[in-house]
């Protein structure tokens, strides 16, 4: 039997951490992808408004008004 406790007493280890971790990943990836729902939800409420626009999008929005204004 001490044998068995020796073996058997890692290996329920390993597979607690490995079940914990597997449930942390899980719910890590759950809540990265609601709130990427949520963002992009948020951005068709708003007419595709994106928050953080590059300097090469935003110059080429300035330059649309430029010349929406002329």
Same mark, same amino acid.
């Given at each position: 039997m001490d044998g068995l @406790? @020796?073996?058997g007493v890692p &290996? &329920? +280890?390993i597979v607690a951490v490995?079940?914990?971790t597997f449930y942390a990943v899980s719910f890590s990836e759950l809540r990265e992808k609601s709130f990427r729902d949520l963002e992009e939800r948020e *951005? !068709? *409420?708003n +007419? +595709?408004?994106k928050s953080s626009? !590059? !300097?090469r999008d935003r110059r080429a $929005? $300035?330059?649309a008004e430029k010349q929406a204004k002329s």
């Open positions: @406790q @020796q073996i &290996v &329920v +280890g490995a079940a914990l *951005e !068709s *409420e +007419g +595709g408004f626009l !590059s !300097s $929005r $300035r330059k």
